[in-house]
């Protein structure tokens, strides 16, 4: 089971990957209480729940957002980097995610009108009903 964001790895200098659901704690609290929940509903709002425990606004998961003039996205260290120019990604052109859409929701809701500051939490929430739809599909198939 897999569901990739980015965040930024400070021990490597660079922003990865990474698979939620290689995260231990998470996926054993999914495995522990999730099991015996049959409604969807009811099992998105837990997971919604538990999502923004693990992964909501804690610097070790948050990243800056920017958009240039000419629509590029790039992605850059929130913390923990001295030089995030060095260390930024683009994402603009990725397939498996809507990095231009992402980028204007958020940076819309800012102060600052060419960058945010997002975290795994909001890149999950942007694709919530494909992401709970993958999620329970595999509900009784948990890691």
Not at 3 to 29: G, L, P, Q, S
Request: aromatic residues 22%.
């Amino acid at each position: 089971m897999g569901w990739n964001t980015y965040y930024y790895n400070f021990n490597a200098r660079r922003i990865e990957t990474f698979n939620i659901f290689k995260h231990d704690t998470f996926v054993e609290y999914i495995n522990k209480h999730f099991k015996d929940i049959k409604d969807r509903n009811e099992f998105a709002n837990a997971i919604k729940r538990e999502l923004q425990y693990f992964f909501w606004s804690k610097s070790e998961w948050e990243l800056v957002i920017k958009l240039t003039d000419d629509n590029r996205v790039f992605l850059y260290p929130w913390c923990g980097s001295k030089n995030p120019e060095n260390e930024k990604i683009e994402v603009t052109d990725e397939t498996n995610f809507d990095w231009l859409s992402f980028a204007r929701y958020h940076i819309d809701k800012q102060i600052y009108k060419n960058e945010a500051k997002i975290d795994i939490f909001d890149q999950v929430m942007f694709v919530w009903d494909r992401f709970v739809d993958y999620v329970w599909g595999q509900n009784k198939h948990f890691i």
